[in-house]
């Protein structure tokens, strides 16, 4: 597709792109936090407000691993709740409700220690990223479903992955404004704080954008609302709701939901376990968000500046300034992937590759890490090594940056997705605890193996998304079932690169195969549907769905 043909289509989709990006500010705030606390620990003027330059080294990098992964302990909770209170109340309404708790977290964090001792203050810092990050937890977890349910299945992988895109958009601000108030602002309370108090902004602008955008078409399938879903559908698609489109595709929304509406999240739990197909459908989720986290991405985010002044950028300014330009190469290399990739090339590609080209650069900085003792002057594998740090961030954005959340949002079945994903971006935050728990001890300790195991786990992830992954782009939602039904292996590697020579004759179905097979006779006629708002009508097959 040409430039001025994407430009076209973004102007067809408009009121689904803005959908999109209304709700992929939360991502913002999102990753603001992440890249902010990395540097704020690292001001002199922080440390001294909060008593920890008087601390020995351990209690050093136990502190850092602290103030960082409590955030993550609420974004844990958080994103569990996502679960039961999405399916009760609605997408949209949680999603405000995200923004205001984050908020509220915020501002208690540019507050805290203001006319307190040392001790009350660090109680109230903890306490308060624990309340941000619940918001962090709702958004991350409701974002990837909310939009997925919403937009066409044509943008859906591009309105998807704009959720990173964001994040690295907060990532890069944060790292910014680090890197100013460590040049710019003399080193008091303000210093630390300021960037604490800018953070609220995005929380702001995400509030405002989400009052004006429309619930999710599938939630509200759900609750028997069809007239409202088929406005919803008509809206994102730039066409009216009696448009043959927009009533297929509520019909085949109405099918997957027929007898699965409003179950219990034990019934849903029990539903995730069904048949294989059906597990291995709801595990993916989960599973692409734990190896998100083994890529190590956060431990860069988190810590960057550390690690930078490890291979060798000396000086607080100096290891700010090189971690602010991580933040823009990972920007404009995920703006260019969504733009020109991740619909062209498909999900399992990009997965692939982007996995092979981070386990590569972890490998070169662990073993560059092993042979260059700590405290020797910059040598040009020096500059190698930091050019590979930003490789990294490219391959990232490539494939395990985006994509998961992707693969997240439109793998598992509408009436399970908000429950699977919920479990999902909980365990993605357990391990991000995790990780940045055990980090910045991991570097004390045996600074060159963290990046040695980093490297390991992207090349597992690679070969897993090249045997086991079957590409979902293109297909509707309530399509994607078909993928998983035989031969899931089978299937994963015919789509892979060269995949076809180690299938050899063994064949699987198409998804139109497939579809044909199943297709009910009676739906080629126009009839009425009997539902509780008044209905509509069946259109013929042979019309795409949205």
Same mark, same amino acid.
């Given at each position: 597709?040409?430039?001025?043909?994407?430009?076209?289509?973004?102007?067809?989709?408009?009121?689904?792109?803005?959908?999109?990006?209304?709700?992929?500010?939360?991502?913002?705030?999102?990753?603001?936090?992440?890249?902010?606390?990395?540097?704020?620990?690292?001001?002199?003027?922080?440390?001294?407000?909060?008593?920890?330059?008087?601390?020995?080294?351990?209690?050093?990098?136990?502190?850092?691993?602290?103030?960082?992964?409590?955030?993550?302990?609420?974004?844990?909770?958080?994103?569990?709740?996502?679960?039961?209170?999405?399916?009760?109340?609605?997408?949209?309404?949680?999603?405000?409700?995200?923004?205001?708790?984050?908020?509220?977290?915020?501002?208690?964090?540019?507050? #805290?220690?203001?006319?307190?001792?040392?001790?009350?203050?660090?109680?109230?810092? $903890?306490?308060?990223?624990?309340?941000?990050?619940?918001?962090?937890?709702?958004?991350?977890?409701?974002?990837?479903?909310?939009?997925?349910?919403?937009?066409?299945?044509?943008?859906?992988?591009?309105?998807?992955?704009?959720?990173?895109?964001?994040?690295?958009?907060?990532?890069?601000?944060?790292?910014?404004?680090?890197?100013?108030?460590?040049?710019?602002?003399?080193?008091?309370?303000?210093?630390?704080?300021?960037?604490?108090?800018?953070?609220?902004?995005?929380?702001?602008?995400?509030?405002?954008?989400?009052?004006?955008?429309?619930?999710?078409?599938?939630?509200?399938?759900?609750?028997?609302?069809?007239?409202?879903?088929?406005?919803?559908?008509? $809206?994102?698609?730039?066409?009216?709701?009696?448009?043959?489109?927009?009533?297929?595709?509520?019909?085949?929304?109405?099918?997957?939901?027929?007898?699965?509406?409003?179950?219990?999240?034990?019934?849903?739990?029990?539903?995730?376990?069904?048949?294989?197909?059906?597990?291995?459908?709801?595990?993916?989720?989960?599973?692409?968000?734990?190896?998100?986290? &083994?890529?190590?991405?956060?431990?860069?985010?988190?810590?960057?500046?550390?690690?930078?002044?490890?291979?060798?950028?000396?000086?607080?300014?100096?290891?700010?300034?090189?971690?602010?330009?991580?933040?823009?190469?990972?920007?404009?290399?995920?703006?260019?992937?969504?733009?020109?990739?991740?619909?062209?090339?498909?999900?399992?590609?990009?997965?692939?590759?982007?996995?092979?080209?981070?386990?590569?650069?972890?490998?070169?900085?662990?073993?560059?890490?092993?042979?260059?003792?700590?405290?020797?002057?910059?040598?040009? #594998?020096?500059?190698?090594?930091?050019?590979?740090?930003?490789?990294?961030?490219?391959?990232?954005?490539?494939?395990?940056?985006?994509?998961?959340?992707?693969?997240?949002?439109?793998?598992?079945?509408?009436?399970?997705?908000?429950?699977?994903?919920?479990?999902?971006?909980?365990?993605? &935050?357990?391990?991000?605890?995790?990780?940045?728990?055990?980090?910045?001890?991991?570097?004390?300790?045996?600074?060159?193996?963290?990046?040695?195991?980093?490297?390991?786990?992207?090349?597992?992830?690679?070969?897993?998304?090249?045997?086991? $992954?079957?590409?979902?782009?293109?297909?509707?939602?309530?399509?994607?079932? $078909?993928?998983?039904?035989?031969?899931?292996?089978?299937?994963?590697?015919?789509?892979?690169?060269?995949?076809?020579?180690?299938?050899?004759?063994?064949?699987?179905?198409?998804?139109?195969?497939?579809?044909?097979?199943?297709?009910?006779?009676?739906?080629?006629?126009?009839?009425?549907?009997?539902?509780?708002?008044?209905?509509?009508?069946?259109?013929?097959?042979?019309?795409?769905?949205?």
């Amino acid at each position: 597709m040409t430039f001025k043909a994407e430009l076209q289509e973004i102007s067809r989709y408009r009121n689904a792109y803005i959908l999109a990006l209304s709700a992929a500010m939360g991502s913002i705030f999102y990753g603001w936090d992440i890249g902010l606390i990395g540097g704020v620990i690292t001001l002199t003027s922080f440390e001294k407000s909060f008593g920890v330059d008087k601390l020995s080294a351990p209690a050093h990098n136990n502190f850092n691993g602290n103030i960082v992964s409590i955030l993550q302990g609420g974004s844990f909770f958080g994103a569990l709740s996502m679960g039961y209170f999405s399916g009760k109340f609605g997408r949209k309404p949680c999603l405000i409700a995200s923004a205001v708790i984050y908020i509220i977290g915020s501002v208690i964090q540019s507050i #805290a220690g203001l006319g307190s001792s040392v001790a009350t203050g660090l109680s109230v810092l $903890y306490f308060s990223r624990f309340v941000g990050g619940i918001g962090v937890g709702m958004v991350s977890a409701l974002v990837p479903s909310y939009v997925s349910e919403s937009v066409p299945r044509k943008i859906r992988g591009r309105c998807t992955g704009m959720i990173q895109f964001a994040n690295n958009i907060g990532i890069m601000l944060s790292f910014w404004v680090n890197y100013s108030a460590s040049l710019n602002i003399a080193p008091t309370d303000m210093q630390w704080r300021i960037p604490f108090i800018v953070q609220i902004v995005p929380g702001f602008i995400f509030l405002i954008a989400m009052l004006f955008q429309p619930e999710s078409p599938r939630w509200l399938v759900e609750k028997g609302k069809y007239n409202q879903a088929a406005l919803n559908l008509a $809206y994102v698609a730039r066409t009216t709701p009696d448009n043959p489109a927009v009533l297929v595709t509520l019909e085949e929304i109405k099918e997957e939901f027929e007898g699965k509406d409003s179950l219990s999240l034990w019934e849903q739990f029990k539903g995730m376990g069904e048949s294989r197909a059906m597990a291995y459908r709801c595990l993916i989720p989960s599973l692409v968000m734990f190896f998100q986290q &083994w890529t190590g991405t956060n431990a860069i985010n988190y810590f960057s500046p550390q690690i930078f002044t490890g291979l060798g950028i000396t000086g607080q300014s100096s290891s700010l300034l090189a971690t602010g330009v991580y933040g823009v190469v990972k920007v404009v290399s995920v703006g260019l992937i969504l733009m020109f990739a991740v619909e062209k090339f498909g999900r399992k590609n990009c997965l692939i590759v982007g996995g092979i080209g981070q386990g590569l650069t972890m490998l070169w900085i662990g073993g560059y890490s092993a042979i260059r003792p700590s405290g020797s002057p910059i040598v040009p #594998a020096s500059y190698v090594s930091l050019v590979a740090v930003y490789l990294y961030a490219v391959f990232y954005c490539v494939g395990w940056g985006p994509v998961p959340w992707v693969c997240a949002g439109e793998v598992a079945p509408n009436h399970l997705r908000t429950f699977s994903l919920s479990l999902a971006v909980g365990i993605n &935050w357990l391990f991000s605890f995790t990780i940045s728990k055990i980090t910045p001890i991991m570097l004390a300790n045996i600074t060159y193996g963290t990046f040695l195991i980093f490297g390991l786990m992207c090349m597992i992830m690679a070969v897993w998304a090249y045997v086991a $992954y079957p590409e979902t782009s293109g297909y509707a939602l309530e399509d994607i079932h $078909y993928l998983f039904e035989n031969d899931v292996i089978v299937r994963a590697l015919k789509d892979a690169p060269l995949g076809r020579i180690f299938v050899g004759k063994r064949h699987v179905l198409s998804v139109e195969e497939l579809r044909k097979r199943d297709m009910d006779v009676d739906r080629k006629s126009v009839k009425e549907d009997d539902s509780k708002d008044g209905g509509v009508p069946i259109m013929a097959d042979g019309v795409a769905p949205i």
